[in-house]
């Protein structure tokens, strides 16, 4: 294997670049993790649920980096009509995300039922909008639906989806489970599946004991971890990589123990649980790249980052936008500590640890 | 059912108290906690493999709590020899508690193979020791085996011993999985399992995001919760309570980040993980009070704290040890925030919540 590779204008199929002071800290770092285009996530505070939103949203991050290709989306919602759909087509929205309601980070206005967003569906498969899933259902006791199988769970209403609207293109995105895979690949082709970085080296057993990997879908165990790396080694087009690059505040990813005392004296504590989200845009590239050579898939790096997502969304890569990726020396590909901007702080996957692919500036 | 209840001596038959300041400040929460007989782990550091070391330990914590019964436990480990066994039997050492290497915190010492200690099994099952199992195989991604399915993996293992050594008494400790309380179901009387109270209440849902959660073996699905909970409803004596209270500094329970600089000038970055236990001794015993009364088993709780565990240790209660507990009312029974000692800070689980039940002063 030669120690360059020159890829096609690599996209990434998911990502959270956020509001505000982080949105000025993270959006820069998608195009230094080699990404040219980006399709980016609608949970906002509040969400994005109108078209207008969004194409704020979208100049916004056009003024902070215009030299990455933003491809938008709307937040399922009961204000997302068919009308709104195509208003969203009108102005060159590409998708609409749908989060199971409390599943993840700002989905609190999510869905839980999708028969009454059957015309909004409709209207996406006839304006040719992508329907993202969040494939997880709610937790569950009485039923034994815990962070474990939720997205197991979810598969019969991806089914359900993909045969009542064979020509919509539905994405279950961020994969973390055997039972997932298998799912998608007997599908049309209007089903396909984003696989983020970090779950294709993480299990359980790293996210026990470190909120900095917990994420949701929460990484499963190495079987499935298996049947991850087995779906971008096979080259299926229907598998691309979508990060889920989800940064958060340093300080929300540890527990915070709050100690007061109330009015009439007495304690009051309170301890708050960690955010869930891995942050991987600022290596995302290089990242993929090692991953995909310690399983030996690099051959599908291409077809990964590059042409699989591309081509489902009919979004080619322009020209002049390759990305030239070189073998680090003993001394490179340290990955950096945190990311400090105004008042906020993130820390990177892989802090400290070896890349062995870096980007050629 | 009345508003109070009065209890034998209650019993935790698997307790950390730690060494050094940490010790300090633990030790006098054993007997806050309602517990008048306490079954020490011996995986201090360096871990206790003699005799003279752990009756130097109980020495120690009869010096800072004379009031609690310390029972003492050696530490499985290539010095521990059939001769060592009948030392410690003299000595009034009652246990002997087996960790598999790597699996939980200060167990780098532990074992992996039971075979070379059949002849110390033997002269345990002579002198009447007991033998404590932490019942988890470590990881291997190769087998599938991860923080999942390592005591389910393991319960072979637990058979094996039970059928090789019928006279020697086997603890499970803290079960977590529907498997384990099937398989020590159907052994023999030779064979009990300790439950801890947070695997009562916890499932891998509450774990994931809070490092305060996060213990060894970890909190399952909601059907293992729920066989725990039908293990103490059935009143089978095989059951017990062993609280694995596990107290780790606060540092400890955050994820820590190093950012430093190497001689030549480059960055480094560590980040550690989280250690694992959840620390109950404060609260024990009103903590299960409470939640063997949210699922309907407050009838059980004399026989999971007291009788059952002493049957089968052979550790009688005394008299006049009886602890009185009462229901709270609307301003009791708020858990507190940290305890701190002498440059050491615990937070206790269950911090802010409400206990339905106290000790009676």
Redesign the interface.
């Known amino acids: 294997m030669s120690d360059e590779i020159t890829l096609p204008a690599p996209a990434d199929f998911h990502v959270h670049v956020r509001q505000g002071k982080m949105c000025e800290l993270v959006t820069p770092q998608v195009a230094k993790g080699g990404v040219k285009t980006a399709y980016v996530m609608p949970n906002l505070v509040p969400p994005l649920t109108s078209t207008d939103s969004v194409v704020a949203y979208k100049a916004e991050l056009e003024r902070i980096d215009p030299s990455v290709e933003w491809l938008m989306t709307l937040y399922l919602h009961p204000e997302v009509t068919p009308d709104e759909i195509r208003k969203a087509a009108k102005a060159g929205i590409k998708g609409v995300k749908s989060y199971p309601r409390g599943v993840t980070t700002n989905s609190n206005s999510g869905i839980e039922d999708y028969g009454v967003y059957y015309p909004v569906f409709k209207a996406m498969e006839e304006e040719g909008l992508v329907l993202n899933l969040h494939g997880e259902v709610p937790?569950d006791?009485?039923k034994?639906?815990?962070?474990?199988?939720a997205e197991v769970h979810f598969l019969r209403h991806l089914e359900t989806l993909a045969h009542d609207f064979p020509k919509l293109r539905i994405v279950l995105e961020h994969a973390t489970t055997s039972a997932a895979i298998t799912t998608v690949s007997s599908l049309p082709s209007n089903v396909a599946c984003s696989i983020t970085a970090h779950h294709l080296f993480l299990?359980?057993?790293e996210?026990?004991?470190?909120?900095?990997h917990?994420c949701k879908p929460?990484a499963k165990?190495?079987?499935d971890?298996k049947a991850l790396q087995d779906a971008v080694k096979s080259g299926n087009p229907k598998f691309f990589l979508g990060s889920d690059s989800a940064p958060h505040p340093?300080s929300s990813?540890?527990?915070s123990?709050t100690?007061t005392q109330t009015e009439d004296g007495?304690?009051?504590?309170?301890?708050s649980?960690?955010?869930?989200g891995v942050y991987t845009s600022p290596i995302l590239i290089p990242l993929v790249a090692t991953l995909l050579e310690s399983f030996g898939a690099l051959d599908k790096l291409q077809g990964f980052v590059s042409d699989h997502g591309r081509t489902f969304y009919g979004i080619p890569a322009k020209e002049g936008q390759q990305l030239k990726l070189r073998k680090t020396k003993d001394?490179e590909g340290?990955?950096?500590?945190?990311f400090k901007g105004d008042g906020v702080e993130v820390?990177p996957f892989w802090?400290?640890k070896k890349l062995a692919w870096q980007i050629v500036e």
């Not at 996210?207 to 900095?212: C, G, K, N, R, S």
Request: charged share 15%; hydrophobic share 40%; net charge neutral.
């Open positions: 937790s006791a009485e034994n639906i815990s962070v474990l199988n299990t359980i057993d996210v026990a004991p470190q909120p900095h917990f929460i165990e190495p079987k971890r340093l990813k540890s527990p123990i100690q007495s304690p009051s504590t309170s301890v649980a960690c955010a869930a001394d340290l990955v950096r500590g945190t820390l802090a400290g």
